[in-house]
């Protein structure tokens, strides 16, 4: 397709995707991970999946695959372990050693094995130590609770005993009785269980102890106030100490299981008060001895994660590579020999010096005997669209590809949408003061770009500063148009020269222009001031801004129109020249091209003439005289011819194209059963290549015509209404200079005017969070939509097809950022 | 109001309900099962299933793999998604979804209790347990020596409480107490659900009586095949059945009195949704019915899917979900015991 081209234009290279080829490499076996490697580090093939019938694991390399995945699955365990100590991988250190693949899975399978070793033991001290801590905690609150519930108990006891004395009546229950006998009798074999439970539970638990054991129990517990590890989970929790008296074996039984459930740690406990303060000292002499192993373990654990993580980006570098490496060989399919592997890649053109280059060197650095073979192949496959961009460019061209990306190599609109897009942008955002505020935010941007490149930023944030480079050219062309609105947070300054006008005589202060008079030369630059704050101000502004959409909303349809004529003279299709883009450029231009031809005619007159009237008596009444609205002479004749051009048009662009399609087909068609019945070889064999040519041999009228019909109402509708739609940029940018005069004079000016400090602090801060937040933040959102619409839906829809696919190449660099 | 749940159910339901369709869309399919099949190791089907929705829940296991791994963080993912739909749901849709894990707890309960009668390590025990039917006193079940204690102590402060007001007697728990045991329960839930899924009326109601009449049907002829040739009588087999569904009640009757397999089968031959089950068997056999009652069970959850504004999506995903981690055990053991001819047999493919 490339090669075919006409001769007529220049390349436009420009704004032309890289023409592509689909080479096939056949690799020997042994060189194969050495040229893939080199070719990554390239990154300029995209290859195709020649097995993409069988599953991963039935792959020729799944088995190399399945190892990078345990490496990286360790390398995520290093980096979790590494988390939980708080050491950070350290930067990047770009230089790279040569670590063989194999070394590396052997050296991370021992770093591995010792750090889990290391956890383990930390751990069981970790967890004897924890256990320890608990035991002194509950050895401290039972030993509180021990002397002071005896106490109360005894005395309890012996009241309980004098009121037995006193008052021996048929309403003492008789349990209770009981009870006390046999705690009289059986005191010693009371036995209890202390221990800790988890706060949340210790509620449960005491209910289940209680209807497990009928009552009798008699369970006290402590809150203990700061929270404390748990030996088993190892998380922190809030505890309460318990203890539990009982009494008989059965009832021992159940609790112990019990508190098995609840996950209650059990601790022994003498009731002794010297034992008790033996163990107590006991239990502090082993946590102290305890802690200090444990931190000896830590220290050494923190140095292994150390320099682990000195190399960690460099083996996970590594690791991502040799996997991204293996996915690229499962692609390729194995020679029936099995000595070599086959390659088929799509490469632009002009890399084809640096591979063939590349396999050189990797056939020499592997030693290998057969050098690997590069060809290109002939394919009717439409190839991917490669546009070589640069930082500045790129986020552009992503405006572009959002909406789709392009056909191989047909026009892109990128390289207009760099001045076209800010321009418009800054048509609806003209004001310079918020221009120097934008510029000022993206320059800080820009400035701090390489520190920034590197670091992981918020969504929003990341967004801004992918669009660093769009948001400055829309900063400086809304100071550029700016300038010409003169207007700078919505107040008008005599930059350029003193205001063309002054007043007649003091009676012109009520703010109309008509007491004006003209004493200067006009304004160099843009918009007089003296048009600010009068009455006539918005009629003005809104006349001028009105009339420049259309202007500039025509002219950028008939680029469109102009860019699709570049496409059909490029792709050799003269149908779309002669039934397309001639119709479409007379329709346009006779209706709306007129009309701007007018409204310069009106502006350079100075005429009185009033343009709806025209336009819409054009069609209305074309014969009827204009009278006053009359620009200039014959405009009658004009008027006619154009309308009878474009009604012409219409039809010009409906009917011819379908049928001369069908003429075509059948000519096609005709020619192909004459020479079958021919029968030479020759002739046989040039009908098969015509036919796989052109697979969609099915011509089906009716679904030409109507597609037809439909671009062509489309096209006649959407002249008028894209044109309409280009009025846009009007209504904005009026909203936008409404926007900020009233902030200006109903916050600043309104606080300003009460004369108090308190106010006009109140009044500023105010100002400044409603520009910011409104006006530079939401406005620019605003005004950056619209001109994303314009250009994707006003501006595309005349020539973009933007039905291609994108250029991926196998690269390192673009490997980093994504996680698989 | 039947018909009429378009107007309001999307006002509490719609969000999860996308949701639970967003996760049936992550049901393996057809092909997946194929792949699946012809691993080699289960370090293969790791890698099959981490380009699944498994993905992130296998990533970080360490090979070599075992068996209950997969089956483990495979349930840890359904269980993850039904916490987080229990979290977004409200009434009665969380009472709903909570009605599903009922299932589980009572199964929980049996395996302790049986457990702890053969004396086994209660946390070995809690490890194997479902994690959907797990309760905050689970382990103290072990405390108790016979179903009143059972009750008393523990499922008094469980949703399973009301459904054991049947079941409370103060014999010792053995084997077969406790077999009779989980029957009652399971028919208390289920006729305690229907009724529930009878309540909120509409879509819901339809389709989840339609499901769970299966689920009660099936557990029926389980019941009957199981419990011939053992000391369980007539009549108590009869009250063991669930008094709803398409067997019920004259269908109850004939399986009551059952003695062989093929009197099941001619029982069931007379209700036609059955009779395509059982014309795939052969005489006498009783091996291949579980699968094929999967698989038709398998077949009405699909067809859930089908309709639109009702909580029965929830139910059939998560019984969806469940069949596949019972297809990807069995696989897995397969494959771990090199037994992979047959694998065919119990996998029962859900698209």
Known sequence: MGDTRGGCCPPMDLFRSETMQLVQLIIPMESARLTVYYLGKLGLLQFKDLNSDKSPFQRTYAGQIKKCGEMARTLRFFKEQMLKAGVSPSAKSVEETEIDVDDLEVKLAELEAELTEMNANGEKLQRSYNELVEYKIVLRKAGDFFPSAQHSATARQREMELNQMVEESIETPLLQEQGTSTDLSKQVKLGFVTGLVSRGKSMAFERILFRATRGNVFLEQVPIEAPITDPVSGEKMEKNVFMVFYSGERAKNKILKICDAFGANRYPFAEDCGKQALMISEVSGKISELKSTIDAGLLHRDHLLRTISDQFEQWNLKVKKEKSIHHTLNMLSLDVTKKCLVAEAWSPVFATKQIQDVLQRASVDSNSQVGAIFQVLHTRESPPTYFRTNKFTSAFQEIVDAYGVAKYQEANPGVYTIVTFPFLFAVMFGDWGHGICLLLATLFFIIREKKLSSQKLGDITEMTFGGRYVIMMMSLFSIYTGFIYNECFSVAFDLFAPSAYACRDLSCRDAYSIGLIKVRDTYPFGVDPAWHGTRSELPFLNSLKMKMSILLGVAQMNLGILLSYSNATFFGNSLNIWFQFIPQMIFLNSLFGYLSLLIIVKWCTGSQADLYHIMIYMFLSPTDELGDNQLFPYQKTVQLVLLLLALVSVPWMLLPKPFLLKKRHENRHQGQSYTQVQGTDDALSEAKHDSHGHGHEEFEFSEVFVHQLIHTIEFVLGAVSNTASYLRLWALSLAHSQLSIVFYEKVLLLAWGYNNMVILVVGIIIFIFATVGVLLIMETLSAFLHALRLHWVEFQNKFYEGDGYKFYPFSFILIDDEDY | ?351
């Not at chain 2, 052969?282 to 077949?299: I, P, R, T």
Request: proline fraction near 3%.
């Open chain 2, 1 to 351: 109001m039947y018909g009429f749940e378009a107007m309001t159910f999307n006002i509490h339901g719609g969000y999860l309900e996308a949701i639970v369709r967003g996760h049936r869309a992550g049901l393996l399919t057809a092909a997946d099962y194929n792949n699946l099949c012809q691993c080699e190791t289960l370090d293969d089907m790791k890698m099959h299933l981490s380009a699944t929705e498994y993905g992130p829940y296998l990533q970080n296991e360490p090979s070599p793999l075992h068996t209950t791994t997969i089956v483990e963080k495979c349930t840890l993912k359904l269980v993850d998604e039904y916490k987080h739909m229990l979290c977004q749901a409200t009434e009665p849709l969380s009472t709903f979804l909570e009605y599903i894990t009922y299932g589980h707890m009572i199964d929980n309960v049996v395996l302790i209790v049986t457990g702890t009668l053969h004396e086994r390590d209660v946390q070995e025990l809690l490890e194997k347990c479902h994690p959907l039917g797990m309760f905050d006193s689970i382990a103290t079940l072990a405390v108790a020596q016979n179903m009143r204690e059972l009750y008393r102590l523990v499922l008094v402060d469980t949703p399973l409480a009301p459904y054991f007001s049947e079941c409370i007697t103060s014999e010792d728990l053995d084997d077969m107490n406790i077999e009779i045991m989980r029957n009652t329960l399971y028919k208390a839930y289920l006729e305690d659900f229907y009724k529930f899924c009878q309540k909120l009326g509409g879509a819901t109601a339809e389709i989840m009586s339609d499901l769970l009449a299966f689920e009660a049907d099936r557990r029926a002829v389980n019941i009957t095949i199981n419990s011939i040739g053992t000391e369980l009588t007539r009549d108590d087999r009869r009250k063991l059945y669930s008094n709803f569904g398409l067997l019920y009640p004259y269908g109850h009757e004939e399986l009551a009195v059952c003695e062989d397999i093929d009197q099941v089968r001619g029982a069931m031959e007379k209700y036609p949704p059955y009779q395509s089950i059982f014309s795939k068997l052969s005489y006498g056999e009783s091996q291949m019915l579980d699968k094929a009652f999967y698989e038709e069970e398998v077949k009405r959850l699909c067809l859930a899917f089908e309709q639109q504004f009702h909580y029965g999506v929830f139910f059939a995903y998560m019984r969806l979900r469940e069949q596949e981690i019972r297809n990807l055990m069995w696989i897995s053991e397969c494959v771990a015991q090199n037994q992979k001819s047959r694998v065919h047999d119990s996998v029962v493919f859900i698209f």
